[in-house]
């Protein structure tokens, strides 16, 4: 599966190969565990989204949800999308050592880890670094990489309840 019209997670999952389908639940289940508080689990962009809900910033450069994070089923591995420290140098560099120093090898491109095997998964290292940025940092960030627009409607200041 390279990308999913599926209208929900659990449809999701029923579509990825049962071979890997234990290995991206236990893979969801820790994301799920480690997003930041107001930090929602969707479908979107074909794959399994942790977005910052439209609420929270209604005005973002494409009209969609900020993604956090993602996961996906790719026909040759598991990509995990760690779009919450792609933006920060230091959480970048600190996600890369931890997973160095533990003894994995990383494919990784901007904010994407590739990974064919389970115990290829740095299951400690990505839930640190999924929770290591909070919803309100996050979206702090993007506001100042993409300010509002004169007429342009403002976003909320984190309008997420428990």
Not at 98 to 124: N, Y
């Amino acid at each position: 599966m390279v990308s999913s019209s599926a209208g929900t997670v659990a449809q999701y999952l029923a579509e990825v190969d049962p071979s890997r389908r234990a290995t991206l639940r236990r893979v969801r289940t820790m994301m799920k565990r480690s997003v930041p508080r107001g930090i929602v689990e969707t479908m979107n962009w074909g794959m399994i989204a942790y977005e910052v809900p439209l609420s929270v910033v209604p005005d973002t450069y494409n009209g969609k949800p900020l993604m956090f994070a993602a996961l996906a089923a790719q026909k040759q591995y598991i990509s995990i999308y760690l779009t919450g420290i792609y933006g920060d140098e230091g959480l970048c560099a600190r996600f890369e050592q931890s997973c160095l120093d533990a003894g994995f090898r990383l494919d990784l491109g901007k904010s994407c880890l590739r990974m064919k095997r389970e115990e290829d998964i740095p299951f400690a290292q990505v839930a640190d670094a999924l929770s290591a940025c909070s919803m309100e940092t996050f979206v702090e960030r993007y506001q100042a990489l993409h300010p509002p627009k004169r007429g342009r409607r403002t976003t909320r200041r984190y309008g997420v309840t428990d």
